[in-house]
């Protein structure tokens, strides 16, 4: 399960096919987020992981989904440091389940846009799918790799920390700031 959670995190840091390139307006998104994610594999570094997920994700949007039903417990003037925080607990996360994954090729398989939002397809040289749902600023919203979401693992492990201590957000908090 790590291994697949590490996959589908790294899943929009491998190299997209270039013979895809003019079909799929989305495809210099993952490639930028590509570069980022790789070289923050090789130094192994937390901040590298973390400032990456900051220049290519909609961090917001994917801190405040992991918090699932507990949102609307979290006091408006603890948002921006919550979302830090939640920040910099990927970058953690990810540089902690690097090991081995420098390299990697994706071909695309599909691409889609709807109401603004991109949908792009494909198929890791391991064989995993993977999905990379992009917001109309292209932004990336999440990764799914073989059918894992990586804001749904977030939700599970942020609402499970609440959960576990009674429901109460600062223990989530208190969690992150470790």
């Known amino acids: 399960m790590r291994k697949l959670i590490c996959t589908l995190i790294f899943g929009a840091a491998l190299l997209a096919s270039p013979a895809h390139a ?5 495809e210099g998104v993952v490639q930028s987020a590509t570069s980022a994610f790789m070289v923050a594999a ?29 949102r609307r417990d979290l006091p408006a003037d603890m948002e921006g440091h919550y979302i830090s925080l939640a920040r910099t607990f990927m970058g ?6 690097a090991e081995g994954l420098t390299g990697g090729t ?15 397809a494909g198929r890791l040289s391991s064989g995993n799918s993977v ?21 749904q693992a977030l939700r599970s ?14 223990a989530l ?3 992150l700031e470790q």
């Open 157 to 170: 492990k942020f609402t499970g920390v609440i959960r576990d201590n009674g429901g109460d957000i600062n």
């Open 106 to 120: 994706l071909a695309i398989t599909a691409c889609s846009t709807s109401n603004g939002n991109t949908v792009v």
């Open 173 to 175: 908090i208190s969690y």
């Open 22 to 26: 003019s079909k799929c307006p989305s």
């Open 131 to 151: 999905v990379f749902r992009l917001s109309g600023n292209d932004r990336i919203e999440d990764v799914t790799v073989s059918g894992i979401s990586i804001a």
């Open 42 to 70: 090789r130094r192994g570094s937390p901040q590298g992981f973390s400032s990456a997920a900051a220049r290519y994700a909609d961090l917001r949007r994917l801190a405040l989904f992991a918090l699932g039903p507990y």
């Open 92 to 97: 953690k996360f990810m540089a902690d389940h």
